[in-house]
C-alpha cells in the first residue's frame, strides 16, 4: 500500500513518514503542490493525504487536478483552516475526509484505513477487525481464524461496520443497504439484527463488541483487554 | 468658585432671564430719561411763552415809566399761585419794574442784564417755601422798551413726566413679562429639541460593547456646535476598533501558529512508547489541543458576524454530532443517547455553530458525568436541543457565571479550560436563541438551548 503525503512542514511529514511506515505503508513525500502533481502523475498511490497550507499554491488546486485527471485516489486533507467554508470546499473539491490540525495519529491513521477499507479501496476486499476477517468478494466470514455462517443480511450489517471500524455507523445507512439486498420485505427490525449479530460474535468468541448508540446508529469497537 | 450649572438648557434659560431683566430695566432708564427731556424742553417752551406773555404786559404809564398791567385772566392765574409760579422785569436800566415776589426780585436785581438769546437757570431752596425752580431769563422787546424778564416754575411739579410713565406702565410695559417668558419658554424649548440629537447619539453609545463595537454615534441632525464632538468620538471609537481588530487577529493568528508545533508533538509523542508518564503527557497534549482549538473558535466568532440566517435542522446536526462524539463517550466507559424528534426540525441559524455549540456541551456534560451512565441529547420539535448529563449538577450560586470565559467550577475534576459553555453562550446569543440550566430528575445537569423555528 502506498501512501502520497503532500506536506511542506518537513518535521511533521516525517513523522508522518516513519508512523504510517512502521503499520505498513509506503509512504513518498512531496512538499509542494508541484511534487505533488507530478508524483500523482507517475505512481498510482492507493490514498493521499494532502495539506491544504502549501508554498506554491493551495492545496485545493492539486485535488482539482488530480480529479481533473480522472484519478479516484482517496484523498484527505490535512488543514490548519478550520473555517467551515474551507472544508466545504474542499470536500466538494473532491476530497473524501478531512482533518484538521492538531490531529492525533490515531485518528489519522483510522481514518485512512477507513478509506482504503471503502469498496473498491486497496483494504476493501478483505476487512479485518479484531480476530475477524471478512472476504467481502467471496463472503467468507473467520473469527479467530474458524470460518463462521451468518445471515445475508447480517453479513451485510457487520460489513459496513467493519468498513467504519471504530467509527458510527448510522442506523439509516444500514436500512439502505438491507433494503437493497432483495426484493422480499425485512419483517425484522435493525435492532433484531444486531441483537442476533451481537449474540453469534459472542459465541464464536470474537473480540468485537457492538455498542448501540441509542437514536444514531452503532459503533463496531474492539473488547477491552 | 468652581459651581457651574452643568444644564445647558437651565443655564441659557437663566442667562437669558438675567439679560431681559437688565434689558427692561435699561428701557425704563430710558424711558424716564427721555420723558424727563421732553418734559423739560415742554416747561422750557412754557416759560419763554410766559416771558413773552409778561413783556407784552408792559407799557408806559404818565410819567414815561414803564409798568406791568396783566390782564385779569393772568393777574388772577399768578395771584392764585404766588409761590408756584414767580417772574421780575427789569428795564433797560435794570431797574426792577415788577416781581411777584419780594425774593425773586431782590435776586433778579443783582442779575446782570438779560441777554436776547434765553437763558434757562434752576434755583433750589429758594424762597419763603425753600422749593426749587426752574426758570429762564430773557431780554424781550416792550412796548416800554428792551426788558429783562424772569420767569420761573417751582418744580417737583412733574406731572407731565408722571403722566408719560404712567401711560407707559399701562399701554407698553406690560406686555414685557409675559413676552419674556414666552421668550423663555421658546429658548427652553428650542434648546431642547436642538438637543435631542445628542439624546439620541447618547443611546446609541450606550449600546456599543466589543460585540458591537461596529457601532457609530449618528451624525446626521445633531446641532453643528456638538458636531466636532460626535465626528471626534466616532473616529476615536474607528481607532478602538482597529486595535480590537488586530488584537483579535493576533489571538486568531497565534492560535493557528500554535497548532503546527502541538500537531508534531503530538504525532512525535503517538510515535513513543512508554509508561504511565507518557500517558499523562499524551493526555496533558490533548487538552492543549483542545484549548487551542477552543480558542480558534473564541476569536473566529469574534471577529466573524456569524451569518445566522440559513435554515437549520436541529435533529439532523444532533444526529451528526452525537455519532461524531460516540467514540468520546465510548472511551470514557460513558454511553450517549439521542432522543427526541426523529424528523427533521427546521429552525434559522448556522449549522457549523449550533453543532459546535451543541459539541461544547456535550463535551461538558461527559466530563462532568460518572463512568457507566449516560448523557442523553433530545431535540424538541419546537426548536429545542437538551443536553443532560448525571453528573454533581451546577448549583444555583454558580449558574450565573459558568457561561464567563475561563470560569471552571471549584473542585471539579474536570480540567478544560472554561471556555467551551462561554463559546456556547456566543453562539446562542449570534443566534437569538436561550439556553437555560436545569436540574436533571433525579441527578446532574441539563441544559436547554431553545432557538427561533424557522
Known amino acids: 500500500m502506498r501512501l502520497l503525503v503532500i506536506e511542506d512542514e518537513d518535521r511533521l511529514s516525517g513523522i508522518l513518514k516513519s508512523k504510517l511506515g512502521a503499520i505498513g505503508f509506503a509512504v513518498d513525500i512531496a512538499a509542494s503542490g508541484a511534487d505533488a502533481s507530478a508524483a500523482l502523475e507517475l505512481i498510482n498511490y492507493d490514498a493521499a493525504i494532502l495539506d491544504l497550507g502549501l508554498p506554491d499554491g493551495d492545496g485545493l488546486a492539486v485535488l482539482g487536478a488530480t480529479r481533473q485527471a480522472g484519478k479516484g485516489l482517496p484523498i484527505l486533507i490535512l488543514t490548519a483552516r478550520d473555517a467551515i467554508e474551507d472544508r466545504v470546499a474542499g470536500l466538494n473539491a473532491g476530497a473524501d475526509d478531512y482533518l484538521t490540525k492538531p490531529f492525533a495519529m490515531a485518528e489519522l491513521i483510522a481514518r485512512i484505513k477507513a478509506l482504503l477499507r471503502r469498496p473498491g479501496g486497496v483494504l476493501g476486499m478483505t476487512l479485518d477487525a479484531g480476530n475477524v476477517r471478512l472476504d467481502t468478494v467471496g463472503r467468507e466470514l473467520t473469527i479467530a481464524g474458524i470460518p463462521a455462517r451468518l445471515s445475508r443480511r447480517e453479513l451485510t450489517i457487520l460489513e459496513q461496520m467493519m468498513r467504519r471500524f471504530g467509527r458510527i455507523v448510522p442506523k439509516a445507512v444500514l436500512e439502505e443497504k438491507l433494503y437493497g439486498i432483495d426484493e422480499e420485505p425485512d419483517s425484522n427490525p435493525i435492532p433484531v439484527h444486531i441483537h442476533h449479530l451481537r449474540r453469534q460474535l459472542g459465541t464464536a468468541g470474537a473480540s468485537l463488541l457492538i455498542h448501540t448508540i441509542r437514536g444514531v446508529g452503532y459503533i463496531l469497537a474492539e473488547t477491552k483487554a | ?372 451512565t449516560e448523557v442523553v441529547v433530545e431535540v424538541g420539535p419546537e426548536g429545542t436541543i437538551s443536553v443532560a448529563d448525571s453528573g454533581p449538577g451546577i448549583p444555583a450560586e454558580d449558574r450565573p457565571r459558568i457561561f464567563e470565559r475561563f470560569w471552571r467550577g471549584k473542585g471539579v475534576r474536570a480540567s478544560g479550560a472554561g471556555l467551551g459553555l462561554a463559546i456556547v453562550m456566543e453562539i446562542v446569543r449570534a443566534h437569538g436563541a436561550s439556553i437555560t440550566v436545569n436540574d436533571r430528575i433525579p441527578r446532574g445537569a441539563r441544559f436547554d438551548l431553545r432557538f427561533r423555528s424557522a
Not at chain 2, 148 to 157: D, K, T
Not at chain 2, 169 to 198: E, G, K, M, N
Not at chain 2, 283 to 289: P, T, W, Y
Not at chain 2, 292 to 318: F, W
Open chain 2, 1 to 372: 468658585m468652581n459651581y457651574r450649572i452643568k444644564s445647558l438648557q437651565l443655564r441659557l434659560t437663566l442667562e437669558l432671564a438675567a439679560l431681559f431683566f437688565v434689558a427692561s430695566c435699561l428701557a425704563v432708564v430710558g424711558l424716564i430719561y427721555s420723558a424727563s427731556l421732553t418734559a423739560g424742553s415742554l416747561a422750557d417752551r412754557e416759560l419763554g411763552l410766559r416771558a413773552e406773555d409778561l413783556a407784552r404786559s408792559v407799557s408806559l404809564d404818565e410819567n414815561k415809566k414803564p409798568r406791568l398791567d396783566l390782564p385779569s385772566s393772568l393777574k388772577q392765574a399768578y395771584s392764585a399761585a404766588v409761590q408756584q409760579s414767580v417772574f421780575a422785569i427789569r428795564d433797560k436800566d435794570g431797574h426792577i419794574v415788577e416781581a411777584s415776589t419780594p425774593e425773586i426780585g431782590a435776586m433778579a436785581a443783582r442779575w446782570p442784564p438779560a441777554d436776547s438769546e434765553p437763558s434757562y437757570f434752576r434755583l433750589r431752596k429758594f424762597g419763603p417755601s425753600e422749593r426749587d425752580y426752574s426758570g429762564v431769563s430773557i431780554k424781550l422787546d416792550s412796548a416800554a422798551g428792551p426788558l429783562s424778564v424772569l420767569a420761573a416754575e417751582a418744580s417737583g411739579s412733574d406731572q407731565l413726566i408722571h403722566s408719560i410713565l404712567r401711560e407707559f406702565v399701562f399701554d407698553i410695559a406690560w406686555y414685557v413679562p409675559p413676552f419674556v417668558a414666552l421668550a423663555l419658554l421658546v429658548a427652553a424649548f428650542s434648546v431642547r429639541r436642538s438637543l435631542l440629537p445628542i439624546r439620541a447619539a447618547s443611546a446609541q453609545a450606550s449600546a456599543i460593547e466589543p460585540a458591537s463595537i461596529g457601532l457609530r454615534l449618528p451624525e446626521a441632525d445633531v446641532p453643528a456646535e456638538a458636531l466636532p464632538l460626535v465626528v471626534t468620538v466616532n473616529q476615536a471609537l474607528d481607532r478602538l476598533e482597529q486595535g480590537f481588530v488586530i488584537q483579535r487577529r493576533f489571538t486568531a493568528n497565534a492560535a493557528h501558529e500554535l497548532r503546527t508545533p502541538l500537531t508534531i508533538i503530538t504525532a512525535r509523542l503517538d510515535t513513543i512508547e512508554g509508561n504511565g508518564q507518557l500517558l499523562a503527557l499524551r493526555e496533558e497534549v490533548a487538552r492543549m489541543n483542545r484549548l487551542v482549538e477552543q480558542l480558534l473558535c473564541v476569536a473566529r466568532l469574534d471577529s466573524l458576524a456569524l451569518d445566522v440566517s440559513s435554515p437549520v435542522d436541529l435533529h439532523q446536526v444532533a444526529e451528526e454530532v452525537v455519532g461524531s462524539m460516540a467514540h468520546l463517550a465510548l472511551s470514557a466507559s460513558l454511553t450517549i443517547a439521542l432522543t427526541g424528534a426523529h424528523h427533521p426540525v427546521l429552525v434559522t441559524g448556522n449549522t457549523a455553530a449550533i453543532a459546535d455549540a451543541l459539541r461544547n456541551l456535550i463535551e461538558n456534560a461527559l466530563a462532568h458525568t460518572a463512568p457507566g
